[in-house]
């Protein structure tokens, strides 16, 4: 058996560490990600000690270059981590002897705990990544709102079961994804605020019985708030789990964007040609150019809606307070992150450098029969009932079927064989466009509505510029 050197912590043991249990324990390789959050919040504890004299003062300065010059260490690739030396805090801590000697270094962490440390150096990590996120799903939005100004003039079919069913701008499809992206970064927000109070001065589980600043330390790390419970704080990772809900959502509606544009680019839809350098092809057969960015994205929203089970899982049945267990929330943070963050920034271009095929789409807008709620509801106008019109139209479909005809090729009194309610008038009815602009109300898809959607859209961008 392997045994490992002395521990910062290793005071009341006799036998060292086996190195399979330090291998299997340590978290330094994945939170080491949290080192910027851990000399943040490091010095901002050494600052409040030295305020409230709970350590010398003359040791604050030292303790905040140390901190500092291991900030550099690290961000040029110089820092040495240690499996042996477990996590980012005892990483930290130990290079802080190193420099600033063990007598002043040992002083840091008085009064504090790896527990509330890592409760702080995480909430402190998430709060900057969702930032982070939101400002990319912002981006994001921007992109579908430029595109549905320069495309405002393209109609295509909409779907109801993936049948056609009524035509619609395809700047409205657009707008719908608009609105999904809005509350995902708006939700990202809300969990943002529930992060926003510091869990410092918690200690291991109780408490301290050293009289800490924590609000000053709190305000200095920008939190606006402190955290009630002790115990609750050091063993909370709700907002870990919140955001990678937030993240799952996110990522579920991308995967249905994505499912459409791996329909829309098919030979069969030719709705849209997405650029050659997003896509690759096949080492077997020539003629093919493959989607596999948006399908990647599709396959790729696994993790994260495996993440958050995965973290869900680690929290279950945890008694009170902080168990090892939670040292695995980070990992599962961490993919799901990378992989919003991949994924949002391969869409913006993506969906920017997106040809669309407005001939195609249009024709097929007039396809399908997709006028036939605009002649009911013609119908209804000259006083049928709803259900009776429904099924006035549904025989003219049958007939137009029977027949191979589509609705223009009927001739006014073809079409008063179906209802003597039928005049002239119905033929400005029957082109996709007017059916789109039929749509003339609040949150319909009429070019007027859609326009001024495109308008509010950019309202808010500019309201929520972070
Ligand atoms: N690496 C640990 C984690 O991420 C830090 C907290 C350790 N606390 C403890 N009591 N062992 O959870």
């Not at 049948?163 to 970064?185: C, G, W």
Request: aromatic share 8%; glycine share 6%.
């Amino acid at each position: 058996m392997k045994k490992s050197t002395q521990k910062l912590w290793g005071g009341r043991f006799s036998a060292p560490t086996d190195e399979l249990v330090e291998e299997f324990t340590a978290s330094i390789n994945f939170d080491k990600r949290l080192y910027a959050e851990d000399i943040a919040g490091s010095i901002a504890h050494a600052t409040m000690l030295g305020r409230q004299k709970i350590i010398p003062a003359t040791d604050v300065q030292p303790l905040i270059d140390g901190l500092e010059q291991i900030r550099n260490e690290i961000e040029s690739g110089e820092f040495a981590f240690s499996i042996a030396l477990e996590d980012i805090h005892m990483n930290i801590e130990s290079r802080l002897g190193e420099i600033v000697g063990p007598e002043i270094a040992g002083r840091l962490h008085t009064g504090r705990s790896r527990n509330d440390q890592v409760a702080l150096d995480f909430r402190l990590y998430i709060r900057r990544q969702l930032l982070n996120v939101e400002e990319l799903v912002y981006d994001f939005i921007k992109v579908l709102v430029d595109k549905a100004e320069t495309e405002i003039d393209v109609i295509m079919p909409g779907f109801t079961h993936l049948q056609q069913a009524q035509p619609v701008l395809f700047a409205h499809h657009l707008l719908a994804y608009v609105e999904m992206f809005k509350r995902d970064a708006e939700r990202l927000g809300d969990c943002r605020k529930r992060l926003d109070y510091s869990p410092l001065g918690s200690g291991a589980l109780a408490g301290s019985s050293f009289a800490l600043d924590r609000e000053s330390v709190a305000r200095d790390l920008g939190f606006s708030g402190v955290t009630a419970n002790s115990l609750d704080a050091v063993s909370d990772r709700d907002g870990v789990a919140e955001a990678l809900f937030d993240f799952s959502l996110l990522m579920i509606h991308l995967t249905r964007f994505c499912e459409e544009l791996v329909l829309w680019s098919s030979v069969q839809f030719n709705f849209i040609t997405l650029s050659d350098s997003f896509c690759t092809g096949s080492s077997i057969m020539p003629q093919k150019k493959n989607p596999d960015v948006p399908e990647l994205i599709r396959g790729k929203s696994g993790r994260v809606v495996g993440s958050l089970v995965n973290l869900l899982i680690t929290l279950k049945s945890l008694p009170l307070a902080y168990n090892k267990d939670m040292q695995e929330d980070k990992e599962p943070f961490f993919d799901a992150l990378d992989t919003v963050v991949g994924s949002l920034r391969i869409m913006a271009p993506m969906i920017n450098e997106m040809r669309v095929n407005k001939e195609v789409m249009a024709r097929q807008a007039g396809a399908g029969f997709s006028t036939a709620t605009e002649i009911a509801d013609y119908l209804v106008r000259k006083g049928l009932p709803f259900r009776s019109a429904h099924a006035v139209v549904g025989k003219a479909v049958a007939f137009c079927e029977a027949h191979n005809l589509i609705f223009t090729d009927l001739s006014i009194s073809q079409w008063l064989e179906f209802s003597d309610l039928f005049a002239e008038d119905l033929f400005v009815l029957l082109s996709p466009i007017d059916a789109v602009d039929a749509k003339d109300l609040y949150g319909g898809t009429a070019r007027i509505q859609v326009a001024e959607q495109i308008e509010l859209a950019r309202k808010y961008l500019d309201s929520v510029k972070v």
